[in-house]
């Protein structure tokens, strides 16, 4: 099973948060009382768990579920769900994207970022020119990379101060010091 995408989702249905964001995913029923088990997608997986409630969902279709109880695991987290009481229901489960709304996170400090804030930013140089748009980041455990993607290129950009000169969330846009042809 794939980990979540962390691009930001845009709600397909009335009642459902237009800000949500990809934490993670459930990888499938843990144990047979209707737990499930939950792989995060947090710079600390137990996170996830600052959370009461999280909306599950697949194909645009989204549903919130209060977190009754959870534990943290070596590898992953269980958690018991409110209306999920055996292990067909959790089952059912697998595969869901576990989402938060963004606007129930707490704000980043000066100078962190959200992955969701950066994706969709417009990125130009020192000399003024466009790379392109973040698409996607990665975590390589040295840095984080920005995965920029223009109509001619994509770029990985490490997201490090030597290079990454200005972040502006209201301008939608960063500033870096990379050439077009690295």
Known sequence: MKPASNQPIAAASAGTPADLVPMGFVAGAFGIRGWVKVVADTEHADSLLDYDTWWLGRNGVWQQYAVKDAAVHPKHLSAQLEGV??????????????????????????????????????????????????????????????????ADAERLVPFVKAVVLDVDLTARSIRVDWGLDY
Do not use: C, H
């Not at 455990?141 to 993607?149: M, Q, R």
């Open 85 to 150: 009481d055996d292990r067909d229901r959790a089952f059912a489960l697998k595969g869901m994207t576990i989402a938060i709304p963004r606007s129930a996170m707490p704000q980043a400090e000066d100078g962190e970022y959200y992955w969701a804030d950066l994706i969709g930013l417009a990125v130009f140089n020192v000399q003024g020119e466009s790379l392109g748009t973040v698409d996607n980041l990665l975590s390589t455990g040295a840095n984080d990379v920005l995965v920029i993607k223009s």
